[in-house]
Structures are given as structure tokens and as C-alpha cells.
């Protein structure tokens, strides 16, 4: 059994998104499907003291139709560049691990960027490196996959090599399966325990910068790790 997964090409990362990339054996980022601006492809969440809020990449779309996320262009009248780091800043500076990954962050943050998906494959890029994963994973735009929704799924699948397919559980509803017929459409809900954060009550849903400020490159490794070997182990158990 060859698993496989795939997400949206999404600026600052969930949880959730580390734990699926780790549970599977081949894993996929999506930069050339329709851009949304109601998923997380330009924004994220971070706890404030105020609570959470939302961080967004402002971009060009006026006039633009429907556009790829690969083709997106950032509004450059815009600083917002300025604006993220000063927040992350702001809210994190005392958090025990900040420092671990401030100063890279920050020059990330320096950089010119053009077009969203640029910006989230260097953060990903960041990631990956800082929590010493190999294999970065591959983009749909290099692929040259022109089809869409489950046909899409089947390509990537046959094109990866992969019999089985690790989707979120909130995709349930949309996901059909006759239209799978030889991929094995495997279903995961990542239980995500609390762990410490400032500024009170535990919050979810934030993005992966939360965790590793709080907790620290080595723990949040181990939790995915750790996170991702039960979801593998319940795949196997389905099969």
C-alpha cells in the first residue's frame, strides 16, 4: 500500500496540514487549482491577546475573473509584509521558543515577493527545513494534471504510484467515491491534543508558528510524528 495526500498550497500552515503530510507516503501540494479567497491559501490565524485573528496576504483580483493560485499577484501598494512580521512580533516575542526561528522568519518576511503562491512555497520551504524533513513535497503546477475534482484525485494517484488516498474527514461530504475506482479513499480526523499557548484559554485551528513558538522545534516534531503514526496505524487497521 502506496498512500498518498494532498492539500492547498496554503500561506502559514495548520497542524493539521504537518500531521497529513507525515502521515502519508507521497504528499502533494495544489498551486495551480482555482483561487478561493474563502480557504487559507492567503491568510492564517495566530493567537493575539485579543485572541484569534487573522493574518491576510492582500491581493490583486479586480478585473481578474477566475484566476489560479499560481497566478495570483500580491497587491504591492500594500505593506503588509511590515504589517505580519509586526504582529507575529508583537504577540509572540515572549513565547519560550521564539527565538528559535525569529530571526529567519523575519528575513522571509524582508524578501519581494510577487505572487501569493511564492511566498507560501518559501515559507513552506522554511518549514520543512526547520523541522528537518526531507523530500519537500511536489506541486500540482509541475505535474501537468488538467483534470478536476475526483478525476483529478485518480490522475495524481496514478501519477504518484499510490493506491490509496488520505483525505480530511471534512472532505467527506464532497468526495465521491464511485468516481475513485482504483484508488482506496481513506478518511482522516487528527485528534490534535491542547498544549501550552499564552494569553489564556487554548485556542485551535492556528497556524503552525503558534506550536512551535510555544513548544519548540524538537516537541512539535515529535508530536506530528507521534500524531501521524496513529493516523498510519488506523489507515492500515481500515485496510
Not at 493560485?69 to 511590515?82: A, G, K, N, Y
Not at 519537500?136 to 485518480?154: D, N
Not at 506550536?211 to 524538537?218: K, R, T
Request: proline share 4%.
Amino acid at each position: 500500500m502506496l498512500t498518498l495526500a494532498a492539500e492547498v498550497l496554503p500561506y502559514l500552515p495548520s497542524e493539521n496540514f504537518f500531521v497529513l503530510a507525515a502521515a502519508a507516503d507521497e504528499f502533494v501540494v495544489a498551486d495551480d487549482i482555482q483561487f478561493s479567497t474563502n480557504g487559507n491559501a492567503n491568510r492564517a490565524r495566530l493567537k493575539t491577546v485579543e485572541g484569534a485573528r487573522w493574518l491576510t496576504i492582500p491581493i490583486l483580483s479586480k478585473g481578474r475573473g477566475l484566476q489560479k493560485l499560481h497566478e495570483v499577484e500580491i497587491d504591492m501598494t500594500r505593506s503588509w509584509q511590515r504589517q505580519h512580521w509586526r504582529t507575529i512580533e508583537l504577540n509572540y516575542h515572549n513565547a519560550p521558543y521564539f527565538g528559535e526561528l525569529a530571526d529567519e522568519l523575519e528575513e522571509l518576511y524582508r524578501r519581494p515577493y510577487q505572487k501569493l503562491a511564492e511566498v507560501s512555497w518559501e515559507f513552506l520551504k522554511f518549514f520543512w527545513k526547520a523541522l528537518h524533513w526531507e523530500n519537500l513535497p511536489k506541486r500540482t503546477s509541475e505535474l501537468e494534471i488538467t483534470s478536476t475534482g475526483e478525476k483529478r484525485l485518480a490522475e495524481l494517484a496514478k501519477f504518484m504510484h499510490a493506491d490509496t488516498y488520505l483525505a480530511h474527514e471534512k472532505y467527506r461530504a464532497v468526495l465521491q467515491l464511485e468516481r475513485l475506482p482504483n484508488v482506496q479513499l481513506q478518511f482522516v480526523n487528527c485528534e490534535l491534543p491542547p498544549y501550552h499557548q499564552q494569553f489564556g484559554e487554548f485556542a485551535g485551528g492556528l497556524n503552525i508558528l503558534d506550536l512551535l513558538f510555544n513548544e519548540g522545534v524538537a516537541f512539535t516534531r515529535e508530536r506530528l510524528q507521534r500524531i501521524a503514526a496513529v493516523v498510519r496505524d488506523d489507515v492500515i487497521t481500515k485496510n
